[in-house]
């Protein structure tokens, strides 16, 4: 199986911060990697997919990059609404394996 | 819309069974893969089961594999998780979710566009 680690997998940032986040597969998957937001006691929200391209809909301050085995999301301006948890998931292979999740925090 | 709503969640004693759903709406279902993903309470995602979108293929997570059985009925526009020898561990918020394929720059990527918004399983004694 193909294994994602994420970090950091806590982060306390402010308003107005960039924040960057990785994803490292222990295996190369091309940019078959998606990016999903999780607010408390919400469903999971796509954000990129394919790695680098944004979802309809997602505020541009959101992207994606990376291929092979490491990727990042960067969130250029955090705002008020973006405190929540960021998960990876792999989509290059059976079992679909999700990243362990990044909160981010109001510091 | 696209809309997905889940039910069936409960409380289920050890070595029980229950079926879930996922009623599906606002889309062509049978032209869509579907997958259950589940979140025990304060963890990450778990990807559990996957079914074709005509029912011809499925992939289970190893930690159900053997004990869940996904299925739909495409006329009914419904996905199914009947789980069986339900353990402790199984205690989780279970989402159903619509799985898109695009053709993008390394082939055709799929990515999960759209949720559902959950049903709690709660296995306990």
């Known amino acids: 199986d193909i294994q994602l680690t994420q970090s950091p997998s806590f982060l306390s940032a402010s308003v107005g911060d960039r924040v960057t986040i990785t994803c490292r597969a222990s295996?190369?998957?091309?940019?078959?990697l998606a990016w999903y937001q999780q607010k408390p006691g919400k469903a999971p929200k796509l954000l990129i997919y394919?790695?680098?391209t944004l979802q309809s809909g997602v505020p541009s301050r959101f992207s994606g990059s990376g291929s092979g085995t490491e990727f990042t999301l960067t969130i250029s301006t955090l705002q008020p609404e973006d405190f929540a948890s960021y998960y990876c998931?792999?989509?290059?292979?059976?079992?679909?394996?999700f990243g362990q999740g990044t909160k981010v925090e109001i510091k | 819309e696209v809309q997905l709503v889940e039910s069936g969640g409960g409380l289920i004693q050890p070595g029980g069974s229950l079926r879930l759903s996922c009623a599906a709406s606002?889309?062509?279902?049978?032209?869509?893969?579907m997958n259950w993903v589940r979140q025990a309470p304060g963890k990450g995602l778990e990807w559990i089961s996957y079914?074709?979108?005509?029912?011809?293929?499925?992939y289970y997570a190893d930690s159900v594999k053997g004990r869940f059985t996904i299925s739909r009925d495409n006329a009914k526009n419904s996905l199914y998780l009947q789980m069986n020898s339900l353990r402790d561990e199984d205690t989780a918020v279970y989402y159903c979710?619509?799985?898109?394929?695009?053709?993008?720059?390394?082939?055709?990527?799929?990515?999960?566009?759209?949720w559902g918004q959950g049903t709690l399983v709660t296995v306990s004694s």
């Open positions: 295996q190369g998957i091309s940019t078959y």
């Open positions: 998931q792999q989509l290059n292979d059976y079992p679909r394996t």
């Open positions: 394919a790695a680098s």
């Open positions: 606002g889309f062509i279902f049978s032209s869509y893969s």
């Open positions: 979710a619509r799985e898109l394929v695009r053709y993008c720059s390394s082939g055709s990527c799929s990515f999960f566009d759209s």
């Open positions: 079914i074709s979108s005509s029912s011809g293929t499925i």
